[in-house]
């Protein structure tokens, strides 16, 4: 497979001057601290190559040059030392809205934009309806868009965004705006970028959604690539970094991704979602099977039977069902050490609809006094319902209907 | 700004992406941005007013009725030259157009720090855009004065009239040359936008704007300057071109030296080209 994006030992400094003077009187009276500077170490030596077609996350705190790579990558910044080279097309766009004038209508602005995109008048002529149809603004597309609310600026931009054409995509933190139903319209996007094979560069905050749609990803710390690989490696050690901080920031239903305890005297060692072929999967459909797996090991002595128990919240916290092994009645025998083996949860028809949802998977005594293992959020996974239907769930109810 | 040779060295390696193909979408896209900017510029000059395009129009109307009537019928300066009227209505449009373009052009990439942070495309486009913007308003006026003012000032055309095009050319390679020069050092220097106005108060004598060149005549030295300056040889080619032969070609008066405001014209190009070309890598850091 050839590389889509080369980017060879990439160095990027940034020379703050102590005092920064734009006035000529500025200069001529501060002659000599005019020139003081200091160096601050963006990016240094940064290596990696993304093959054609890739989903490549890159995560890291505030300040670890994460946007600094991309803007690299996008030929926004000049790196001080190495090179970036790329194959194919670029969108050019980091942020949604780019070239936004609040004081022309919609329907001029998404020319304006969609120009910075590359698209040109006449391809504009033909989408400019589906855009501002699928932005939902059809009763506004003359207004100025100074008085549009910022969600409607958000539902614009992103609907012009994604009308880019190109095979590599950059992009920052589009999912730090708009609400949960504009991100649920990302994912949608992020998984027909993936379906059309096309390499997308995502830099986010944003864990699940790194888990849920990357290849790979790149963890960057203080300029420096501190790792390189899969997402649940990658991410867990970004958690492992974050720490400190994460315990803080946890409150409220579950915790934090990837939050484990218990005394494991019984030990998950692996969760997978399955479809019915029993391929792994991240993204299922309305109506589908889901099957979840989860690997145990016995480690130590268990007084008694054990329970399985699952747990499926949406990413907003709403927890919608918690299915459970001594509920349903089965029974997980007592085992001895060193044995394991594996339980497995079958839905023949998924009912819920368009959203995305994290798995938590614990492992209790049968008075459930006593965690042996529970890890939280442990695998992300996305539903889509192709009738985008609005709700939560299909209630799988029947009609009636008798006129009279 | 942009020092040291690791700069050059570091330059993104396009090679891969060099077909011809790709090269053409890349240059058609951009087209395509240089025209939306212009155009939105253009609009955004008129946007909210009760008559908003009707302006374009109305303004210079308005503005050369006044020249007309304190020039022509309370003043009579000028008298000993033909058309003076027109010929100063001409050297105004023309002047204007230096005027606003430079300026607009100036704060053109200062003022789009937003989208050069945000996006990558060849930073020349807004520059070129802001000067496109006001190329619009300067071809709206002197359609104006062609089909107003010629028909009352009998105005004779001539294969003299052959010459506008060329004219208008190179006060647009004069302009874009300054521009380039102007947008890009106004990013790191913003006493520039001072400087370049009051150095405007100062050209509009110096580009004999409001006086016939011949008003010179007794000073020969500074009519040498005066006409080494591109846009009064500009403005003094254009009244001959356009207004009446009985103002000489500049290049009948000045002899070799006509080769000064030309020279002057390329080379503010190439050093504002390179100039640009040079300090563009830094833009999106320091906006």
Redesign the interface.
């Known amino acids: 497979m050839s590389a889509a994006i080369t980017c060879a030992g990439v160095s990027k400094r940034?020379r703050i001057p102590l005092d920064r003077s734009?006035?000529?009187?500025y200069r001529v009276t501060h002659l000599r601290s005019a020139g003081r500077y200091y160096d601050l170490h963006a990016l240094e030596d940064v290596s990696f190559e993304v093959p054609e077609g890739e989903f490549l996350g890159i995560i890291g705190h505030n300040g670890s040059g994460k946007s600094t790579l991309l803007?690299v990558l996008?030929?926004?910044?000049?790196?001080?030392?190495?090179?970036?080279?790329?194959?194919?097309?670029?969108s050019?766009?980091?942020?949604l809205g780019?070239?936004f004038?609040p004081?022309?209508t919609a329907r001029?602005n998404v020319?304006?934009n969609g120009?910075?995109l590359?698209?040109?008048?006449a391809e504009l002529d033909r989408r400019i309806d589906g855009i501002i149809e699928f932005a939902e603004l059809e009763n506004f597309a003359d207004q100025k868009l100074k008085n549009y609310s910022s969600g409607m600026q958000v539902r614009l931009a992103f609907s012009v965004a994604i009308q880019a054409d190109a095979q590599i995509l950059l992009m920052d933190e589009v999912l730090a705006v708009g609400d949960a139903r504009f991100q649920e319209k990302c994912f949608d996007v992020f998984a027909r970028y993936k379906r059309e094979g096309r390499t997308v560069v995502l830099v986010t905050h944003d864990i699940s959604a790194v888990s849920l749609y990357c290849d790979r990803v790149l963890l960057l710390d203080h300029g420096r690539l501190h790792a390189d690989g899969n997402p649940a490696e990658v991410t867990a050690l970004y958690r492992r970094m974050m720490g400190a901080v994460s315990e803080a920031e946890d409150r409220g239903q579950g915790g934090e991704v990837g939050d484990r305890w218990g005394t494991r005297e019984v030990e998950i060692t692996a969760t997978r979602l399955l479809d019915i072929d029993g391929g792994t999967h991240r993204v299922f459909s309305s109506g589908a099977p889901l099957i979840v797996e989860v690997d145990y090991a016995v480690q130590g002595d268990t007084a008694d039977d054990f329970v399985c128990l699952l747990r499926i919240d949406r990413t907003d916290g709403l927890t919608l069902s918690v299915p459970e092994t001594q509920i349903s009645r089965l029974t997980m025998n007592k085992q001895l050490p060193g044995t394991s083996g594996t339980i497995r949860y079958k839905v023949d028809a998924l009912p819920l609809l368009s959203a995305s949802y994290a798995l938590t998977v614990a492992l209790h005594d049968q008075h459930r006094g006593h965690t042996y293992d529970q890890i939280e959020r442990v695998q992300s996974f996305r539903v889509i319902d192709e009738k985008s239907r609005p709700g939560l769930v299909e209630l799988g109810g029947t009609w009636e209907a008798q006129p009279r | 700004m942009a020092t040291s040779a690791?700069?050059s060295?570091?330059?993104?390696?396009?090679?891969?992406?060099d077909s011809s193909a790709?090269r053409r979408?890349?240059l058609?896209?951009y087209v395509?941005?240089t025209?939306?900017?212009a155009v939105?510029s253009f609009?955004?000059k008129y946007?909210?007013s009760v008559l908003g395009y009707l302006w374009s129009l109305f303004k210079p109307t308005m503005n050369f009725a006044i020249l007309y009537v304190i020039f022509d019928k309370l003043l009579h300066i000028g008298k000993g030259t033909d058309n003076f009227v027109l010929q100063l209505l001409v050297a105004i449009v023309l002047f204007t157009f230096f005027q606003e373009a430079t300026i607009s052009a100036m704060n053109s990439i200062a003022s789009a720090g937003?989208?050069?942070?945000?996006?990558?495309?060849p930073r020349v486009i807004l520059v070129v855009a802001a000067t496109l913007s006001s190329v619009m308003t300067f071809l709206i006026n002197m359609v104006l004065i062609i089909v107003i003012a010629a028909p009352i000032h009998h105005l004779s055309f001539g294969w003299r009239t052959l010459a506008v095009p060329l004219l208008v050319i190179e006060l647009y390679a004069l302009v874009l040359g300054l521009s380039l020069l102007l947008s890009s050092l106004f990013v790191?220097?913003?006493?520039l936008g001072h400087i370049w106005e009051i150095s405007m108060q100062l050209l509009v004598y110096g580009s004999a704007v409001m006086f016939p060149l011949s008003l010179l005549d007794k000073h020969p030295t500074l009519k040498m300057a005066v006409s080494a300056n591109p846009v009064a040889q500009i403005i003094e080619d254009m009244r001959h071109a356009l207004v009446t032969p009985k103002v000489p070609w500049t290049v009948d008066v000045m002899g070799w030296a006509y080769a000064a405001p030309l020279a002057l014209v390329v080379v503010l190009c190439a050093v504002g080209w390179y100039v640009f070309h040079r300090l563009t890598?830094?833009f999106?850091?320091f906006l």
């Not at chain 1, 590359?118 to 008048?121: A, D, E, I, K, V």
């Not at chain 2, 060295?9 to 992406?17: F, N, Q």
């Open positions: 940034f734009t006035t000529l009187k803007k996008s030929r926004i910044y000049t790196p001080d030392l190495g090179s970036v080279s790329l194959s194919g097309n670029v050019p766009f980091l942020e780019v070239g004038n004081e022309l001029e020319y304006l120009a910075v590359g698209l040109t008048h | 690791e700069t060295r570091a330059v993104p390696d396009d090679s891969a992406a790709e979408t890349a058609r896209s395509n941005l025209r939306e900017l939105s609009k955004l946007t909210g937003n989208m050069i942070r945000k996006a990558y495309f790191y220097f913003r006493d890598p830094r999106a850091e």
